[in-house]
């Protein structure tokens, strides 16, 4: 059996060559990575190995590569004053950390950090002063040590502005000291005490309401960070790594011309296209993997990190004026989250009629105190009664935030007094998190072994098979963790996934799938220019973070008390940190924070071989990839469409634009005559062609929806949209509106034994048949300027409006429904609508009582060879 090694170490040196599969020459490259040090040079590398990597990506033949820099510091980066020296700072931090790390209680800890210069001079050579304020305040041993820490750190200057500014001005420390010591003791102590938040301070020593609350707030998020990463080092080790990553961009390299043959026998790491299975391409293995997720479904769980701030989104609850997470946005007429549940529930639903089981999956979600993330998501939830799955079945888990720092210095940056600018610290975290918060020994409760992880903005993750694809092959061939991946567009802020090959000090090879981050391309020399001759990134596939875990092997890194646990660590300073100060100035200043991946928890499941392998590497691999079309994997809802913008990439605008792709492809295939969507630029200053709206039960595998599409247009300008699962379509031609709403979609809800309301996959759904009907109305104004499509927030003019209360059917056979109509069906009744003598005849007949929970007709599913066949039942 291979055995698992990670793909990086620390404090080792490092030989680097990229595989080009068209050109028969590598790139190589030296790493010392102590700390800052890199040292590189390329020369040709006669390959063995890259043409016999088969890849679905094909690029031109490529020159070598130079590897210039390490960092994700920006081109206009400002290096520090000369006087800080961050190799003397880390060696100071590291040494704290040593004698912090052979502490076993707080008591010890509290002792070594006192010992420090800094803390003893700045708690100590005061203690009529600032020492007398924390004793009104009531703080506690671990949060005077809390305090300490970030004074140890050099972050004193978050406690108030006068370090602040004196820092800025550069003064020695000794007359800050005094600067603040006096400043305390002319604090307005009015109705300001300690440990309430109220009263006077001990003989006149105090700090007032505001700046209490404050460092409360800040207690409790450093606590967190103390805590959190007590496997780096807590609070010091928080800091050591950001100046460690920091260093990396600052500090010039060195030559390699002094080095010797000895440099031969490094360890050697060589990147290559993955080979993946082709799900577009290998069509028959594509649907029986889909099958495989289907039936492994009661062994899944569903795993989604909502915790980032998404900035990029802008987000404002229009009520209140408040930031909103990306998990809050209202996309096609309902929030994310719920587009999340509603593409689980289409998956558990085609369970149901698959095996006539019912199956709830469990689902975990990964929240932060961001924008009030946690409470909203929780809010949300409660809302709309846990979507009819049960409390039990949802856990929460909060991550903690971290404090962003400045690009410059590493200096933590704050908005005043004890505030900190705090962001989540990345995705990576999940794990760690999910293992401290008994994540993974609930799933396990609930019976799961894998879990299938997606974001909340990649908006067609669950589009036909991928998702089930994934999920199949990593339960049936017992794999530790699968991307789902698609082609890249150069510029495009996210990751790639390669094929790591290494060959260690001893003469091992391992191998293993992984991700490189897009903050990470610098470090490995790739360029990301669409319109170089050369691009490196081209010959890779995209990282979507749509991703397959099997949850024990997770759960064994997670444990870890070392920094495995906190995977794919990087410092982003690419994008500028926004914050508004207490006085209410605007600030942006380059800056980030330490943040993880979640996707490079693949680092640790790497398989070791004896030899080098040259060829059909990757199917004895402990992690896999597969490969779809971009729209059926990949597009997401990230960043708001600023005014005068051309490009629609990652937007609402363009994600929209590829749901309507994709809803093309799906009828186009069923001979309905349809407009083709053209490229994004077409619809820069205009709406898409037409607006279709499928819910995801309708399939999801498009195999099954095209099952239930047959024949007939749908005229350019046109709207459809389907919200009822049990649906026939046969020779309907739509020029206008057609909006199909039933309340029992998947079926109806029940209240448990808990008291909890519980949806019940397939009883008392709604149904709706149109054989032979042509609907001819003005539709939607499309020139309106108050149109929202990615909302689903239009103005009409007319449309046909079918809604269906509780098991409610609606058929419409042989007629023409022209202009403005509303077909309402009460509960428990089957309204049919046909051309009478005089215009339309309408029916409306009670459904015989017998008939009341299955229907008068059905969907008949079942699985024939490696596909879904479905049968029309009429009873």
Same mark, same amino acid.
């Given at each position: 059996?291979?055995?698992?090694?990670?793909?990086?170490?620390?404090?080792?040196?490092?030989?680097?060559?990229?595989?080009?599969?068209?050109?028969?020459?590598?790139?190589?490259?030296?790493?010392?990575?102590?700390?800052?040090?890199?040292?590189?040079?390329?020369?040709?590398?006669?390959?063995?190995?890259?043409?016999?990597?088969?890849?679905?990506?094909?690029?031109?033949?490529?020159?070598?590569?130079?590897?210039?820099?390490?960092?994700?510091?920006?081109?206009?980066?400002?290096?520090?004053?000369?006087?800080?020296?961050?190799?003397?700072?880390?060696?100071?931090?590291?040494?704290?950390?040593?004698?912090?790390?052979?502490?076993?209680?707080?008591?010890?800890?509290?002792?070594?950090?006192?010992?420090?210069?800094?803390?003893?001079?700045?708690?100590?050579?005061?203690?009529?002063?600032?020492?007398?304020?924390?004793?009104?305040?009531?703080?506690?041993?671990?949060?005077?040590?809390?305090?300490?820490?970030?004074?140890?750190?050099?972050?004193?200057?978050?406690?108030?502005?006068?370090?602040?500014?004196?820092?800025?001005?550069?003064?020695?420390?000794?007359?800050?000291?005094?600067?603040?010591?006096?400043?305390?003791?002319?604090?307005?102590?009015?109705?300001?005490?300690?440990?309430?938040?109220?009263?006077?301070?001990?003989?006149?020593?105090?700090?007032?309401?505001?700046?209490?609350?404050?460092?409360?707030?800040?207690?409790?998020?450093?606590?967190?960070?103390?805590?959190?990463?007590?496997?780096?080092?807590?609070?010091?080790?928080?800091?050591?790594?950001?100046?460690?990553?920091?260093?990396?961009?600052?500090?010039?390299?060195?030559?390699?011309?002094?080095?010797?043959?000895?440099?031969?026998?490094?360890?050697?790491?060589?990147?290559?296209?993955?080979?993946?299975?082709?799900?577009?391409?290998?069509?028959?293995?594509?649907?029986?993997?889909?099958?495989?997720?289907?039936?492994?479904?009661?062994?899944?769980?569903?795993?989604?990190?909502?915790?980032?701030?998404?900035?990029?989104?802008?987000?404002?609850?229009?009520?209140?004026?408040?930031?909103?997470?990306?998990?809050?946005?209202?996309?096609?007429?309902?929030?994310?989250?719920?587009?999340?549940?509603?593409?689980?529930?289409?998956?558990?639903?085609?369970?149901?009629?698959?095996?006539?089981?019912?199956?709830?999956?469990?689902?975990?979600?990964?929240?932060?105190?961001?924008?009030?993330?946690?409470?909203?998501?929780?809010?949300?939830?409660?809302?709309?009664?846990?979507?009819?799955?049960?409390?039990?079945?949802?856990?929460?888990?909060?991550?903690?935030?971290?404090?962003?720092?400045?690009?410059?210095?590493?200096?933590?940056?704050?908005?005043?007094?004890?505030?900190?600018?705090?962001?989540?610290?990345?995705?990576?975290?999940?794990?760690?998190?999910?293992?401290?918060?008994?994540?993974?020994?609930?799933?396990?409760?609930?019976?799961?072994?894998?879990?299938?992880?997606?974001?909340?903005?990649?908006?067609?993750?669950?589009?036909?098979?991928?998702?089930?694809?994934?999920?199949?092959?990593?339960?049936?061939?017992?794999?530790?963790?699968?991307?789902?991946?698609?082609?890249?567009?150069?510029?495009?802020?996210?990751?790639?996934?390669?094929?790591?090959?290494?060959?260690?000090?001893?003469?091992?090879?391992?191998?293993?799938?992984?991700?490189?981050?897009?903050?990470?391309?610098?470090?490995?020399?790739?360029?990301?220019?669409?319109?170089?001759?050369?691009?490196?990134?081209?010959?890779?596939?995209?990282?979507?973070?749509?991703?397959?875990?099997?949850?024990?092997?997770?759960?064994?890194?997670?444990?870890?008390?070392?920094?495995?646990?906190?995977?794919?660590?990087?410092?982003?300073?690419?994008?500028?940190?926004?914050?508004?100060?207490?006085?209410?100035?605007?600030?942006?200043?380059?800056?980030?924070?330490?943040?993880?991946?979640?996707?490079?928890?693949?680092?640790?499941?790497?398989?070791?071989?004896?030899?080098?392998?040259?060829?059909?590497?990757?199917?004895?691999?402990?992690?896999?990839?597969?490969?779809?079309?971009?729209?059926?994997?990949?597009?997401?809802?990230?960043?708001?469409?600023?005014?005068?913008?051309?490009?629609?990439?990652?937007?609402?605008?363009?994600?929209?634009?590829?749901?309507?792709?994709?809803?093309?492809?799906?009828?186009?295939?069923?001979?309905?005559?349809?407009?083709?969507?053209?490229?994004?630029?077409?619809?820069?200053?205009?709406?898409?062609?037409?607006?279709?709206?499928?819910?995801?039960?309708?399939?999801?595998?498009?195999?099954?929806?095209?099952?239930?599409?047959?024949?007939?247009?749908?005229?350019?300008?046109?709207? #459809?949209?389907?919200?009822? /699962? +049990? %649906?026939?379509?046969? &020779? *309907?031609? $739509?020029? =206008?509106?057609?909006?199909?709403?039933?309340?029992?979609?998947?079926?109806?809800?029940?209240?448990?034994?808990?008291?909890?309301?519980?949806?019940?996959?397939?009883?008392?759904?709604?149904?709706?048949?149109?054989?032979?009907?042509?609907?001819?109305?003005?539709?939607?104004?499309?020139?309106?300027?108050?149109?929202?499509?990615?909302?689903?927030?239009?103005?009409?003019?007319?449309?046909?409006?079918? #809604?269906?209360?509780?098991? /409610? +059917? %609606?058929?419409?056979? &042989? *007629?023409? $429904?022209? =202009?403005?109509?509303?077909?309402?069906?009460?509960?428990?009744?089957?309204?049919?609508?046909?051309?009478?003598?005089?215009?339309?005849?309408?029916?409306?007949?009670?459904?015989?009582?017998?008939?009341?929970?299955?229907?008068?007709?059905?969907?008949?599913?079942?699985?024939?060879?490696?596909?879904?066949?479905?049968?029309?039942?009429?009873?």
């Amino acid at each position: 059996m291979a055995s698992s090694a990670p793909v990086l170490q620390q404090h080792n040196n490092f030989l680097f060559t990229f595989s080009s599969k068209t050109k028969n020459t590598n790139s190589i490259f030296f790493f010392n990575s102590y700390n800052s040090s890199l040292n590189c040079v390329t020369k040709p590398l006669a390959s063995t190995s890259s043409s016999l990597f088969s890849s679905p990506f094909q690029t031109s033949s490529r020159p070598l590569i130079r590897l210039t820099r390490v960092s994700t510091a920006p081109v206009e980066y400002v290096p520090p004053a000369p006087d800080f020296d961050f190799h003397k700072e880390i060696a100071r931090l590291k040494a704290l950390k040593s004698k912090l790390d052979h502490c076993t209680n707080l008591k010890d800890r509290i002792r070594v950090i006192d010992s420090d210069s800094r803390v003893n001079s700045f708690f100590f050579s005061h203690k009529n002063s600032f020492s007398r304020v924390l004793e009104t305040l009531h703080l506690d041993e671990f949060e005077v040590f809390l305090l300490k820490c970030v004074v140890a750190a050099g972050q004193q200057h978050v406690f108030g502005d006068v370090c602040t500014e004196f820092e800025q001005k550069r003064i020695s420390l000794k007359s800050a000291l005094y600067a603040l010591a006096e400043m305390i003791e002319n604090w307005d102590v009015n109705g300001g005490s300690g440990g309430g938040g109220g009263g006077g301070g001990v003989n006149g020593y105090g700090i007032g309401t505001e700046e209490h609350e404050a460092l409360r707030s800040m207690l409790k998020i450093i606590g967190e960070v103390e805590r959190f990463y007590d496997c780096i080092g807590g609070i010091i080790g928080y800091q050591i790594m950001v100046l460690e990553l920091l260093a990396q961009s600052t500090f010039e390299r060195q030559s390699l011309s002094h080095h010797s043959n000895k440099s031969l026998k490094r360890e050697i790491i060589e990147i290559h296209p993955p080979h993946a299975l082709d799900l577009s391409q290998d069509l028959e293995y594509a649907s029986q993997a889909a099958i495989w997720g289907i039936e492994g479904l009661p062994n899944l769980g569903e795993i989604y990190p909502l915790g980032g701030s998404a900035d990029r989104l802008g987000l404002v609850d229009p009520d209140s004026g408040e930031c909103l997470p990306a998990a809050m946005l209202p996309y096609c007429g309902r929030s994310l989250l719920e587009g999340l549940i509603r593409d689980l529930q289409a998956r558990e639903y085609l369970y149901f009629k698959l095996y006539g089981k019912q199956c709830i999956t469990p689902v975990a979600i990964m929240t932060s105190a961001a924008k009030s993330n946690h409470e909203r998501v929780t809010s949300l939830c409660e809302e709309l009664h846990w979507f009819g799955r049960g409390r039990s079945n949802f856990k929460l888990f909060e991550q903690p935030l971290v404090p962003a720092v400045s690009a410059e210095d590493g200096q933590w940056l704050a908005s005043g007094p004890f505030k900190p600018i705090c962001k989540p610290g990345g995705h990576g975290v999940i794990w760690k998190l999910a293992y401290n918060e008994g994540v993974f020994q609930w799933f396990y409760d609930h019976g799961r072994r894998g879990a299938t992880v997606r974001q909340v903005s990649n908006v067609v993750a669950s589009t036909d098979l991928t998702l089930l694809a994934l999920a199949g092959l990593g339960l049936r061939q017992g794999k530790k963790l699968g991307f789902a991946s698609c082609k890249r567009n150069a510029g495009a802020t996210e990751g790639i996934n390669v094929l790591i090959e290494k060959k260690n000090l001893e003469g091992k090879w391992t191998y293993g799938i992984s991700c490189i981050e897009y903050t990470e391309f610098d470090k490995f020399g790739m360029t990301d220019n669409s319109l170089s001759s050369y691009s490196l990134q081209g010959e890779f596939p995209a990282n979507t973070n749509i991703l397959y875990v099997d949850l024990p092997s997770a759960e064994l890194v997670a444990s870890s008390n070392d920094e495995t646990s906190l995977p794919g660590m990087v410092l982003n300073v690419k994008k500028a940190i926004t914050y508004v100060d207490q006085f209410g100035s605007k600030h942006s200043v380059p800056g980030g924070r330490l943040e993880c991946t979640m996707q490079n928890l693949a680092d640790n499941f790497f398989n070791t071989r004896s030899c080098r392998c040259y060829d059909g590497v990757e199917d004895g691999l402990d992690t896999f990839i597969v490969y779809n079309e971009r729209k059926k994997v990949t597009s997401s809802a990230k960043k708001k469409r600023r005014h005068g913008d051309k490009s629609l990439h990652q937007t609402p605008d363009g994600s929209l634009l590829d749901i309507m792709r994709n809803a093309y492809d799906i009828l186009s295939h069923c001979e309905i005559k349809i407009p083709k969507i053209e490229g994004n630029e077409k619809y820069v200053d205009s709406g898409p062609p037409f607006l279709i709206l499928l819910h995801p039960a309708v399939g999801p595998l498009w195999e099954v929806t095209r099952q239930k599409f047959y024949r007939g247009s749908i005229s350019r300008g046109s709207e #459809l949209q389907i919200e009822v /699962a +049990e %649906f026939l379509w046969r &020779d *309907v031609q $739509l020029d =206008g509106s057609l909006i199909i709403l039933a309340e029992n979609i998947l079926g109806s809800t029940t209240i448990d034994e808990n008291g909890e309301t519980i949806l019940q996959y397939g009883k008392r759904c709604g149904r709706c048949k149109l054989e032979n009907v042509k609907i001819l109305n003005d539709g939607i104004n499309w020139n309106s300027k108050e149109n929202l499509y990615w909302k689903h927030d239009v103005q009409r003019f007319e449309a046909v409006n079918v #809604l269906l209360h509780g098991n /409610a +059917e %609606f058929e419409a056979a &042989d *007629v023409v $429904l022209q =202009g403005n109509h509303v077909f309402e069906v009460p509960n428990g009744y089957k309204m049919k609508i046909t051309t009478g003598d005089s215009g339309l005849a309408v029916e409306l007949k009670p459904i015989e009582k017998k008939l009341m929970e299955c229907g008068s007709w059905f969907w008949n599913y079942k699985i024939m060879g490696k596909h879904v066949q479905l049968e029309l039942v009429e009873l």
